[in-house]
Nanobody, 115 residues
Framework: QVQLVESGGGLVQPGGSLRLSCAAS????????MGWYRQAPGKQRYVVAR???????MYADSVKGRFTISRDNAKSTVYLQMNSLKPEDTGVYYC?????????WGQGTQVTVSS
């Protein structure tokens, strides 16, 4: 059984940084590409960054140049380093495979960017 647990969210001022972690149990890393998704209040969830098994990355335009996704396969963990945060980055952040798999959604971690 696969389980994904996100952590690292919190309240941060505009311009600040956070590092999110996603710890996977089970055989999640048999899924080659992993992604970080964001769901803002009242909006649909969408992928902001993804990383292949070989380390290639892609980013949504809204976060390009500010966010960095990485993975440690030995630890079965995916990270999202978020810099220069903006209020519009506020939302619940989830990790999942890419494309996402409905059975793998976890609880997410809340990120709030506010002064």
């Amino acid at each position: 059984q696969v389980q994904l647990v996100e952590s690292g969210g919190g309240l941060v001022q505009p311009g600040g940084s956070l590092r999110l972690s996603c710890a996977a149990s089970g055989r999640i890393f048999s899924i080659s590409t992993m992604g970080w998704y964001r769901q803002a209040p009242g909006k649909q969830r969408y992928v902001v960054a993804r990383i292949t098994g070989g380390g290639s990355t892609m980013y949504a335009d809204s976060v390009k140049g500010r966010f960095t996704i990485s993975r440690d396969n030995a630890k079965s963990t995916v990270y999202l380093q978020m810099n220069s945060l903006k209020p519009e980055d506020t939302g619940v952040y989830y990790c999942n495979g890419y494309p996402s798999l409905s059975a793998y959604w976890g609880q997410g971690t809340q990120v709030t960017v506010s002064s």
